[in-house]
């Protein structure tokens, strides 16, 4: 079936350091979403990406979908505390029944 | 405010019980799921739901099941067959399957004593 892995697993900075999670696909997807869930919370949509090569901002917070459609990125510039959580990606499968298959996530841990 | 609610938000069963967890959206959403979530890990699809009166299994359905008489509502019972049920159960919306975000409830802890 089609996984969706994320690297790194974990990752630990220091505030104001840069962090960046990659999403892989092993199939082509039609659309990708990322989430958050902050420790003990549930989680929170974020952004979806559609096409090949988008790229979308939020505030600190860039978004990267491949051109083969079949990776993303997250990456976060000068983190806060508040950007403390997992971070998944969510991907739809071309033509494979429309529903999600979540990544593996990456914990963010910032310090101060 | 629109929301999805789960309760109970922790529950604690014995073993050889069956335990039904609640999810209820005022959303208006047409698609609804669930989710298993265990320490350190991602979220594994239990069920979903396209539209009421409609329900398909997800990639882990053995030992659960479900029902969606209502639009509103899309209850997960755990059943004794479920070998190891203890996680965080989390129920999730969506306006529909195909392209939208989905709204997550803050999740049912459940404990097997």
């Known amino acids: 079936g089609q996984q969706v892995m994320q690297i790194p697993q974990y990752q630990h900075v220091q505030e104001g350091e840069d962090f960046t999670t990659y999403c892989n696909s092993s199939?082509?997807?039609?659309?990708i979403q990322w989430y958050k869930q902050r420790p003990g919370g549930h989680p929170v949509f974020l952004i979806q990406?559609?096409?090949?090569?988008e790229v979308k901002k939020q505030k600190r917070l860039t978004f990267q979908f491949g051109e083969a459609k079949k990776n993303s990125s997250l990456h976060i510039t000068a983190t806060q505390t508040t950007d403390v959580g997992t971070y998944f990606c969510?991907?739809?499968?071309?033509?494979?029944?429309?529903?999600?298959?979540f990544g593996t996530g990456t914990q963010l841990k910032v310090e101060l | 405010d629109g929301g999805i609610t789960q309760s109970p938000k922790y529950l604690f069963r014995k073993e050889g019980q069956n335990v039904t967890l609640s999810c209820e959206q005022n959303?208006?959403?047409?698609?609804m799921y669930w989710y298993r979530q265990d320490p350190g890990q991602g979220l594994r699809l239990i069920y979903y739901?396209?539209?009421?009166?409609?329900?398909q299994k997800g990639d882990i359905a053995e030992g659960y099941s479900v029902s969606r008489e209502k639009k509103e509502s899309f209850p997960l019972t755990v059943t004794s067959a479920q070998k190891n049920p203890t996680a965080f159960y989390l129920c999730?919306?969506?306006?529909?399957?195909?392209?939208?975000?989905?709204?997550f409830g803050s999740g049912t802890r459940l404990t097997v004593v």
């Open positions: 999730a919306s969506s306006i529909d399957i195909q392209t939208s975000g989905y709204t």
């Open positions: 199939t082509t997807l039609s659309n």
């Open positions: 990406l559609v096409k090949s090569g």
């Open positions: 969510a991907g739809r499968v071309t033509g494979g029944g429309n529903k999600l298959t």
């Open positions: 959303l208006n959403h047409d698609a």
């Open positions: 739901s396209q539209i009421v009166n409609d329900f």
